[in-house]
């Protein structure tokens, strides 16, 4: 079905125009100018021609079945044409009529009316409110684009997807200005249908697609993107995505121009990089990569080789890399001081430092080049010219001389950053390098490549734990029963007991030890400190007495309605860091599992990571490691390091529970978690639990 959607044979253009600048005009004009090899059909009632070709008054007249039909008519009209096309047999229709659930409650109803009649014929719709879509390659052009006044778009690998159709006609004249050839360009629209996903997953089976970038406002169907993105990931066709709407306000203004769910930012980010998506920050960004991107090289060592005519140069280059997660591993000792002795004033560390001595002997280039690529071993080339790349005294042998290399080593990538005249960046790229002219934007495009690497090179991942026999709870839990409910899925919490009577806490504090911690339970009183519902270091048992009935009274002087349960005493942890795990169900990827450190890491430091359910306790150790505060659960200034192994075990249990209770659990909060010195275990000292509404 998408094959015949890529490539249709026959398209028909509902509510075609004889005037080649109209909406239901323009698809019409670009495939003839543009030599579409296949059969337009226009209807039209009252013209038995358009521009030229023969026009049908009615669907019912069109010679067969159109592989794609074009519908160009007010969205009151839409309903009853998309019921003659799916009884005629049409594969899909291109909606691009406005009015639909991005106006509101009607506009839903009349999306929803129009989807029905379409399954109800086996016929798939994209859009409504869509620009459409066009192939490049063979002259396929179901869209009223005007960008491509500018210039049709040339034929080649990239694939762009937008779900915008004016920032779509932007990113595809942005396309054509830098020469990236495209195998398609398509707009969604509101996605009553064909989901962003699903078109991913068509370029992903598209032989004649290598790249696939993405403009995203809002994802509407979360379970088909992550099918198509796993899908590129072991194809090794490489997605960047510009997933916009992170703020407050950019969050609002996706939701009423698309119609579609913008999800929690953060959680998008963690999904997109476990994917092995690059998340481009700027539409320059998501360019620079798509166009590197089709040297089809990912390199799997982050490590990065760098030759410069500029000391300056380096040093930015090295600034841009170190964030990026390139390393700029030195050359061999052997190597440095070889290079050293053959030009004593250079830099030969890495970066490499020519200096501009070369200018005077090109050959010192092409063996400092030759020493870069052979000895340092690096993933992948940076070579930094600036604009003696191309002066006409300098650049024919400075082009002989990276030939050379180049031919020498096909399978490397090496990029170029360099000043000079179109006609000879061309020449450059058609020798097998990609330039750019600032080094900053090249290292990014690089370090991209790194990433795609990386996802594409990764194996089998372990085993979430299984925890199917785990029944979720039936209603609300107070933190007791939560925490007893916890310790079923494998989650250890520190001992502690619900006391009724000050004479029982008293007990169970002195069986398990000074100091203790005394907490109110009760379903009603989730956020217990806020109302100073928790007394730690209590060390003996009149302040056990004194610390109960307090927190008695307090509580129903604060939430009178509340239900008490009594008092619990736990055994108060030490010498651990504090952390914090949990759960909650995004809107568009399921349960998500975050893991950070506690107090004010998180509070206002918001140093937390996010990863979908279920996971093992591989990735768990992963997510752990990433977060910025690390170093103080690994042993950093002399601290112990924590039970890692604990901790990540605990972690990964939490994603099953997640997995498992998913339609029965809105969110779980593990706060503090206590990660105690290695091999002491790690342990949740408090506990919410929050069911969804029946």
Same mark, same amino acid.
């Given at each position: 079905?998408?094959?015949? =959607?890529?490539?249709?044979?026959?398209?028909?253009?509902?509510?075609?125009?004889?005037?080649?600048?109209?909406?239901?005009?323009?698809?019409?004009?670009?495939?003839?100018?543009?030599? /579409?090899?296949?059969?337009?059909w226009?209807?039209?009632?009252?013209?038995?021609?358009?521009?030229?070709?023969?026009s049908?008054?009615?669907?019912? @007249?069109?010679?067969?079945?159109?592989d794609? @039909?074009?519908?160009?008519?007010?969205?009151s009209?839409?309903?009853?044409?998309?019921?003659?096309?799916? !009884?005629?047999?049409?594969?899909?229709?291109?909606?691009?009529?406005?009015?639909?659930?991005?106006?509101?409650?009607e506009?839903?109803?009349?999306?929803?009316?129009?989807?029905?009649?379409?399954?109800?014929?086996?016929?798939?719709?994209? #859009?409504?409110?869509?620009?459409?879509?066009?192939?490049?390659?063979?002259?396929?052009?179901?869209?009223?684009?005007?960008?491509?006044?500018?210039?049709?778009? $040339?034929?080649?690998? *990239?694939?762009?997807?937008? !779900?915008?159709?004016?920032?779509?006609? %932007?990113?595809?004249?942005?396309?054509?200005a830098?020469?990236?050839?495209?195998?398609a360009?398509?707009?969604?629209g509101?996605?009553?249908?064909?989901?962003?996903?699903?078109?991913i !997953?068509?370029?992903?089976?598209?032989?004649?697609?290598? *790249?696939? @970038?993405?403009?995203?406002?809002?994802i &509407?169907?979360g379970?088909?993107?992550?099918?198509?993105?796993?899908?590129?990931r072991?194809? %090794?066709?490489?997605?960047?995505?510009?997933?916009?709407?992170?703020s407050d306000?950019?969050?609002?203004?996706?939701q009423?121009?698309?119609?579609? =769910?913008?999800?929690?930012?953060?959680i998008?980010?963690?999904?997109?990089?476990?994917?092995?998506?690059v &998340?481009?920050?700027?539409?320059?960004?998501?360019? +620079?990569?798509?166009?590197?991107?089709?040297r089809?090289?990912?390199?799997?060592?982050?490590?990065?080789?760098?030759?410069?005519?500029?000391?300056?140069?380096?040093?930015i280059?090295? +600034?841009?890399?170190?964030?990026? #997660?390139?390393?700029?591993?030195?050359?061999?000792?052997?190597?440095?001081?070889?290079?050293?002795?053959?030009?004593?004033?250079?830099?030969?560390?890495?970066? *490499?430092?020519?200096?501009?001595?070369?200018?005077n002997?090109?050959?010192?280039?092409?063996?400092?080049?030759?020493?870069?690529?052979?000895?340092?071993?690096?993933?992948?080339?940076?070579? /930094?010219?600036?604009?003696?790349?191309?002066?006409?005294?300098t650049?024919?042998?400075?082009?002989?001389?990276?030939?050379?290399?180049?031919?020498?080593?096909?399978?490397?990538?090496?990029?170029?950053?360099?000043?000079?005249?179109?006609?000879?960046?061309?020449?450059?790229?058609?020798?097998? /390098?990609?330039? /750019?002219?600032?080094?900053?934007?090249?290292?990014? @495009?690089?370090?991209?490549?790194h990433?795609?690497?990386?996802?594409f090179?990764?194996?089998?991942?372990?085993?979430?734990?299984?925890l199917?026999? $785990?029944?979720?709870?039936?209603?609300?839990?107070?933190?007791?029963?939560?925490?007893?409910?916890?310790? !079923?899925?494998?989650?250890?919490?520190?001992?502690?007991?619900?006391?009724?009577?000050?004479?029982?806490?008293?007990?169970?504090?002195?069986?398990?030890?000074?100091?203790?911690?005394?907490?109110?339970?009760?379903?009603?009183?989730? %956020?217990?400190?806020?109302?100073?519902? *928790?007394?730690?270091n209590?060390?003996?048992?009149?302040?056990?007495?004194?610390g109960?009935?307090?927190?008695?009274?307090?509580?129903?002087?604060?939430?009178?309605?509340?239900?008490?349960?009594?008092?619990?005493?736990? &055994?108060?942890?030490?010498?651990?860091?504090?952390?914090?795990?949990?759960?909650?169900?995004?809107?568009?990827?399921?349960?998500?599992?975050?893991?950070? $450190?506690?107090g004010?890491?998180?509070e206002?430091?918001? +140093?937390?990571?996010?990863?979908?359910c279920?996971?093992?306790?591989?990735?768990?150790?992963?997510?752990?490691?990433?977060?910025?505060?690390?170093?103080?659960?690994?042993?950093?200034?002399?601290?112990p390091?924590?039970?890692i192994?604990?901790?990540?075990?605990m972690?990964?249990?939490?994603?099953?529970? #997640?997995?498992?209770?998913?339609?029965?659990?809105?969110?779980?909060?593990l706060?503090?978690?206590?990660a105690?010195?290695?091999?002491?275990?790690a342990?949740?000292?408090?506990?919410?639990?929050v069911m969804?509404?029946?």
């Amino acid at each position: 079905m998408f094959r015949k =959607i890529l490539a249709p044979q026959s398209v028909a253009v509902i509510g075609a125009s004889d005037d080649p600048l109209r909406i239901g005009g323009r698809p019409i004009g670009y495939m003839l100018s543009q030599g /579409f090899q296949g059969q337009i059909w226009p209807v039209n009632p009252t013209r038995s021609q358009v521009q030229g070709l023969t026009s049908y008054a009615q669907i019912e @007249a069109l010679p067969a079945a159109p592989d794609v @039909a074009v519908v160009a008519v007010a969205a009151s009209g839409v309903l009853p044409v998309i019921e003659s096309l799916g !009884q005629r047999g049409t594969g899909a229709a291109i909606v691009f009529s406005a009015g639909f659930a991005e106006a509101g409650p009607e506009g839903v109803l009349l999306e929803q009316q129009m989807v029905a009649s379409a399954r109800r014929h086996g016929m798939r719709i994209l #859009g409504p409110n869509s620009l459409g879509m066009l192939n490049p390659r063979n002259g396929f052009y179901g869209s009223f684009v005007s960008s491509v006044e500018l210039g049709f778009p $040339l034929p080649g690998q *990239v694939a762009v997807l937008s !779900q915008s159709g004016a920032y779509g006609g %932007h990113i595809l004249a942005l396309t054509r200005a830098r020469g990236i050839g495209l195998s398609a360009c398509v707009m969604t629209g509101n996605e009553c249908d064909l989901s962003l996903g699903e078109m991913i !997953q068509a370029m992903v089976e598209d032989d004649q697609t290598h *790249v696939i @970038a993405v403009y995203s406002e809002g994802i &509407r169907d979360g379970a088909s993107l992550l099918q198509a993105l796993e899908a590129a990931r072991l194809a %090794h066709k490489p997605v960047v995505m510009m997933k916009v709407g992170s703020s407050d306000i950019g969050s609002a203004a996706a939701q009423s121009h698309t119609a579609s =769910i913008a999800g929690n930012d953060a959680i998008t980010d963690a999904v997109l990089k476990e994917m092995g998506v690059v &998340r481009a920050t700027t539409t320059e960004h998501m360019l +620079d990569v798509a166009r590197l991107a089709t040297r089809r090289v990912f390199p799997v060592s982050p490590t990065l080789g760098v030759l410069t005519v500029s000391g300056g140069a380096g040093v930015i280059i090295s +600034d841009a890399a170190e964030p990026l #997660g390139l390393e700029l591993t030195e050359m061999p000792q052997a190597s440095q001081d070889r290079l050293k002795a053959m030009l004593p004033f250079a830099s030969p560390r890495n970066p *490499v430092d020519t200096t501009a001595q070369f200018l005077n002997d090109m050959s010192l280039l092409g063996q400092f080049t030759d020493a870069v690529v052979e000895e340092g071993d690096y993933g992948s080339l940076l070579g /930094f010219f600036t604009y003696t790349a191309g002066t006409p005294s300098t650049a024919p042998k400075l082009r002989k001389e990276l030939l050379r290399v180049r031919e020498k080593h096909p399978d490397r990538l090496f990029v170029l950053s360099l000043l000079a005249a179109p006609e000879w960046v061309r020449t450059y790229e058609e020798d097998g /390098f990609t330039v /750019f002219e600032d080094p900053h934007r090249a290292v990014t @495009a690089i370090a991209a490549m790194h990433t795609f690497g990386k996802a594409f090179a990764r194996g089998p991942r372990q085993a979430p734990p299984n925890l199917q026999g $785990l029944q979720a709870p039936a209603n609300s839990l107070n933190e007791a029963q939560a925490k007893r409910w916890l310790a !079923q899925a494998g989650i250890p919490c520190a001992p502690e007991e619900v006391c009724l009577d000050a004479d029982y806490a008293v007990a169970v504090a002195q069986r398990l030890g000074y100091p203790t911690v005394l907490k109110i339970v009760s379903p009603d009183i989730l %956020h217990k400190s806020e109302m100073g519902g *928790v007394l730690l270091n209590i060390d003996s048992a009149a302040q056990v007495r004194e610390g109960f009935e307090g927190l008695m009274q307090r509580a129903r002087a604060a939430v009178p309605d509340a239900k008490l349960e009594g008092i619990l005493v736990a &055994r108060q942890l030490s010498g651990g860091v504090e952390c914090i795990m949990g759960l909650t169900h995004d809107p568009v990827f399921g349960p998500v599992a975050m893991f950070g $450190l506690g107090g004010i890491f998180v509070e206002v430091l918001k +140093d937390v990571v996010f990863h979908r359910c279920p996971f093992g306790p591989d990735v768990a150790e992963t997510m752990i490691r990433s977060i910025r505060g690390a170093p103080l659960l690994l042993g950093a200034r002399g601290r112990p390091a924590v039970d890692i192994e604990a901790l990540a075990q605990m972690l990964s249990r939490l994603s099953a529970v #997640g997995d498992v209770c998913r339609e029965q659990v809105l969110s779980i909060d593990l706060n503090p978690v206590f990660a105690m010195p290695q091999g002491q275990g790690a342990f949740a000292v408090d506990a919410v639990v929050v069911m969804k509404p029946h």
